[in-house]
């Protein structure tokens, strides 16, 4: 069976609005575009300097992208701060290794719903974003998770 032209525009339009991924600017004015990452897992993560369960998290963060950042996945930290000051400080403070990110909800729209802190995408080596999570995470949470879909993970 055909399908409508109009239904095959849209989903044309579609898979080119999930293929482009997003566009950021890190803390040292570098364009990060999830194409850049091709061949790797990417993992967005949206934190902010006052989320307790945030600050948890970015030891391992900083861990698995240290871990994995030459092979096979890059961390990216999208804050969600009120000031880039207070940003900086606190990745200047903690030496944080991945690319940070000053965003706010409008740019966090690029990658997707943000309702809690912190919240992590994860995207596969082709691009795709396959995995969602509200909260808290481990460095053992995501190479888990991509062993299991890959066995590439340590």
Not at 37 to 63: H, I, K, Q, S, Y
Request: one cysteine or more.
């Amino acid at each position: 069976m055909a399908r409508p032209a109009w239904l095959l525009a849209i989903l044309l339009l579609v898979g080119s609005v999930s293929a482009q991924g997003f566009e950021f600017t890190d803390l040292q004015g570098k364009q990060v575009k999830l194409s850049d990452f091709r061949g790797r897992w990417v993992l967005v993560n949206f934190w902010a300097t006052w989320c307790p369960p945030c600050l948890r998290e970015v030891p391992d963060l900083m861990a698995l992208h240290r871990a994995h950042k030459d092979k096979d996945l890059v961390v990216i930290g999208v804050s969600l701060d009120s000031t880039r000051d207070s940003v900086k400080e606190f990745v200047g403070k903690h030496a944080v290794n991945y690319p940070i990110v000053v965003g706010d909800y409008k740019l966090a729209k690029q990658v997707g719903a943000v309702e809690v802190l912190p919240t992590s995408y994860l995207y596969d080596p082709q691009g795709k974003q396959i995995s969602y999570q509200p909260g808290i995470l481990s460095r053992e949470d995501v190479e888990g998770y991509i062993r299991s879909k890959s066995g590439k993970a340590n």
